[in-house]
């Protein structure tokens, strides 16, 4: 049973908690830098990302996270947490800073505010069965990605159609969805295994 930590300093952490329990992990919450060491694997959760942002200095995180996710520890950032692992973000604030992990450009807020939050079918590559409901809450979206990243997810339908809203590099991995918040537990099965596999 992999041990992967959620980052418990905003946003919806419990959703995450108890969707990666039921895909067969060990969950535990991450505050402090010591609490890092004792974990395989690390979900970045929605939220606001110039909140975390702050807070990860704040509670001094970001050094430590930095060099596991150079070691190749396995990321999951969903939302704010996609935002978060960005080489590049649009539209943020000045001094909001991530952990340059994905080598991609992405849009924050790209959909819209808050009454812009929608609902569409994603289909993702490398799980099977049907598409994910995926709920987009002021979600980013990808403009481009690099070398080495690969396109999991596109918005199939609607006036957002074609955007990039799953990608991956390595063992990094984000979504501009929200999977915690279905009940469809494929995405944090995907990436339980993908802790698995880098282990």
């Not at 952490?13 to 690390?42: F, M, N, S, T």
């Amino acid at each position: 049973m992999p041990a992967i930590g959620v980052l418990a300093l905003q946003g919806d952490v419990r959703e995450h908690a108890a969707a990666l329990a039921a895909a067969g992990a060990d969950v535990r919450p991450i505050r402090r830098p010591h609490e890092l060491d004792a974990v395989d694997g690390l979900v970045i959760p929605g939220g606001e990302s110039t909140t975390i942002s702050k807070l990860v200095d704040i509670f001094e995180l970001r050094e430590p996270i930095d060099k596991r996710i150079a070691a190749g520890m396995p990321v999951y950032g969903s939302c704010a947490g996609m935002i978060m692992l960005a080489t590049e973000v649009l539209d943020g604030r000045p001094d909001q800073r991530g952990f340059d992990g994905i080598t991609m450009t992405v849009r924050r807020n790209a959909f819209g505010r808050q009454v812009d939050s929608f609902e569409a079918p994603v289909a993702v590559s490398g799980v099977d069965g049907e598409p994910f409901h995926a709920v987009f809450i002021r979600a980013p979206w990808v403009e481009r990605v690099g070398d080495g990243v690969e396109v999991l997810g596109r918005v199939t339908e609607g006036p957002a159609a074609g955007r990039i809203v799953a990608v991956r590099q390595g063992n990094l991995l984000a979504t501009s969805f929200h999977p915690e918040l279905t009940g469809d537990r494929r995405l944090h099965r995907y990436f339980v295994d993908l802790v698995r596999a880098a282990g």
